[in-house]
């Protein structure tokens, strides 16, 4: 299939965060995002790229915050505008009215000291449910930095180009470019067939983000796993960073269990029913609470292993 430039459409769009948020604080969030790249970037801005969701095409997205407060988007590349716009406004959490979450640190000053350390961060998530699932089944028994290292291959070689400026930037595959990688560096066999079988999946629908998010907790979780390397850990991970489900608990994840410990001060991690009850008071952002004190804690251990080798993270072929 002949690769095509995506540019030079612009559109531009803003969104108003409800409650208090911080570009600069997801830009720093797990190691940072590329920097902006527009006539409108600015030292805190970042650029958000991914194939929009109907995959039609693919965006680049400069985003950046003004003095009140206000997120600016200039898009470049083709998709629909509202989709695109969405696709941002989950990445970032601010597609949830997050003026409680103050308050959530004002109930439970342990998670209050660690949202001031880190300006209130909200979670920064995957753009779609199909970027989380291709992305953690790469990342299974691999560090992040070479899962990283991976997914730009995979993009080099067939996301679109879209142009900005005298720049070309290429994001993520959309699933039909996603079928046509045969041989990836650093990528087993089998994961280029769990690849396929994912991007497929994402072309009949079964991993419409939007669909997903829909469905009870319990329901998303099953249909998650009846995909091809996709487990309990996996699938848990999907809906919460893919769909960004703000209330949701994954317990299936050995390291935030572990970081809830250290930052409560707690001798061994908690078993469910004590993770539960601590996280009661988090609601209705315990999804939130857990990713600022898995971050926090990781950032106090640097050597910890990738938390894609989580126990949970490998589904049996």
């Not at 941002?88 to 209050?112: C, F, K, M, N, Q």
């Not at 180009?161 to 990836?184: D, M, S």
């Not at 998010?213 to 919460?240: F, N, S, Y």
């Not at 001798?267 to 993770?275: L, N, R």
Request: aromatic share 8%; glycine share 8%.
């Amino acid at each position: 299939m002949p690769q095509r430039s995506t540019g030079p459409r612009v559109q531009s769009f803003s969104i108003e965060p409800t409650g208090r948020f911080s570009l600069a604080a997801a830009q720093d969030f797990a190691g940072g995002f590329p920097a902006g790249i527009g006539a409108n970037a600015t030292q805190n801005g970042l650029l958000a790229l991914f194939p929009v969701e109907g995959w039609d095409g693919s965006a680049a997205v400069d985003v950046w915050q003004t003095d009140d407060g206000l997120i600016h988007g200039e898009t470049h590349g083709i998709g629909d505008p509202e989709t695109v716009r969405r696709q941002v406004a989950r990445s970032l959490s601010i597609d949830h009215d997050g003026t409680r979450w103050e308050e959530v640190g004002r109930r439970d000053p342990v998670l209050g000291a660690i949202q001031s350390r880190y300006d209130w961060l909200r979670p920064v998530c995957f753009y779609s449910a199909y970027e989380a699932a291709t992305s953690f089944v790469i990342g299974q028994r691999i560090s992040m930095r070479g899962a990283r290292v991976i997914k730009d291959r995979l993009a080099e070689a067939l996301g679109d180009p879209i142009k900005i400026g005298e720049v070309v930037v290429r994001p993520f595959p959309r699933p039909q470019r996603l079928l046509e990688a045969t041989e990836v560096p650093g990528l087993s066999a089998i994961k280029i067939t769990r690849l396929h079988d994912l991007a497929r999946a994402a072309l009949h629908g079964r991993l419409d983000t939007e669909r997903l998010r829909t469905l009870p907790e319990t329901d998303a979780l099953a249909e998650l796993e009846t995909l091809p390397g996709v487990g309990p850990w996996t699938a848990q991970a999907i809906l919460t960073r893919g769909c960004g489900l703000a209330d949701a608990l994954p317990l299936n994840d050995e390291i935030s269990r572990t970081a809830v410990a250290a930052a409560y001060g707690i001798p061994v991690p908690p078993d469910d029913d004590e993770w539960t009850r601590i996280s009661d008071a988090w609601r209705p952002y315990r999804m939130w609470a857990t990713v600022l004190l898995h971050m926090a804690w990781r950032r106090d251990q640097p050597e910890t292993p990738s938390y894609r080798q989580s126990r949970h993270a490998i589904k049996p072929s």
